[in-house]
């Protein structure tokens, strides 16, 4: 399981992320609370048939996770 951590508005954040196959997904978390949309991206082919990296889609959909609590996408 991949994370990343980081501190907005003087909470501290977790965004915790793994793989499923070909599936990256990632969701932030405040605690054991959700903070954040569950983000998902799938390995596709990308110019000549090749794969995207492992790490550039888990660093995408990591970030987007953060993000979302950081512009307030999951605000009740």
Do not use: P
């Not at 954040?36 to 970030?63: I, R």
């Amino acid at each position: 399981m991949a994370t990343l951590k980081f501190k907005h508005e003087d909470k501290n954040y977790t965004v915790k992320g793994e793989w499923d196959k070909n599936t990256f997904t990632a969701q932030a978390f405040q605690g054991k609370k959700e903070a954040s949309t569950v983000f998902s991206m799938e390995k596709t082919k990308v110019n000549d048939g090749e794969l995207a990296a492992d790490d550039a889609l888990a660093n995408a959909v990591m970030e987007a996770a953060k993000d979302d609590v950081i512009n307030g996408g999951n605000e009740s």
